[in-house]
């Protein structure tokens, strides 16, 4: 059964750092293309990031430069780290499994980064 | 950027009627849409994929249609069940752009 599950969400200040993790079961992040998924409390999904199966990485205007999308094959885990985060970035994030063509066909429950002083 | 827009972004239903929601792409994405059904509290579920193909599990009363800047989501027969937000996404791409979202409410 293909699994996702984040972890790594909290209370953060203006200007911090998180790093987010999504660990997967079921399938090996390593062949897979992966993904990041936001929502900010009460509005619609926003893509933030993705890699691909050789490593080519790209991000949302909103994150480029600050986030950075990883994967650790040996845990079979998907990291999304978050540097200069700002209010806006407050959000609930979703991992989620990118299959080509077929769309993102299976999402994490998400866990919620909440940016203020 | 491609940017996404769905109408309407509310739309008030009873059960049994026929839905229908509109994606429109600002340029062309050939077929790479991809439709979602997302309920308060929980992550998004893929409904359909390349504009017009139904996931595994999904019931036949949803449907997909379109291409190029077109895309049409009908629910043939609404469910209490259905009662939810649907984004569309613009995929295959090097980014996966979504529509603001249509929230399908109880008449």
């Known amino acids: 059964e293909v699994q996702l599950v984040e972890s790594g969400g909290g209370l953060v200040q203006p200007g911090g750092s998180l790093r987010l993790s999504c660990a997967a079961s079921g399938f090996t992040v390593s062949s897979n293309f992966m993904t990041w998924v936001r929502q900010a409390p009460g509005k619609g999904l926003e893509w933030v990031s993705v890699i691909y199966s050789g490593d080519s990485t790209y991000y949302a205007d909103s994150v480029e430069g600050r986030f950075t999308i990883s994967r650790d094959n040996s845990k079979n885990t998907l990291y999304l780290q978050m540097n200069s985060l700002r209010v806006e970035d407050t959000a609930v994030y979703y991992c989620a499994r990118y299959s080509g063509n077929h769309g993102f066909d299976y999402w994490g429950q998400g866990t919620l980064v909440t940016v203020s002083s | 950027d491609i940017q996404m827009t769905q109408t309407p972004s509310t739309l008030s239903a009873s059960v049994g009627d026929r839905v229908t929601i509109t994606c429109r792409a600002s340029?062309?994405?050939?077929?790479?849409l991809a439709w979602y059904q997302q309920k308060p509290g929980k992550a998004p579920k893929l409904l359909i994929y390349?504009?017009?193909t139904l996931e595994s599990g999904v019931p036949s009363r949803f449907r997909g249609s379109g291409s190029g800047t077109e895309f049409t989501l009908t629910i043939s027969s609404l469910q209490p069940d259905d009662f939810a937000t649907y984004y569309c996404q613009k995929y295959n791409t090097y980014s996966g752009t979504f529509g603001q979202g249509t929230k399908v409410e109880i008449k």
């Open positions: 340029q062309s994405i050939s077929s790479w």
């Open positions: 390349k504009a017009s």
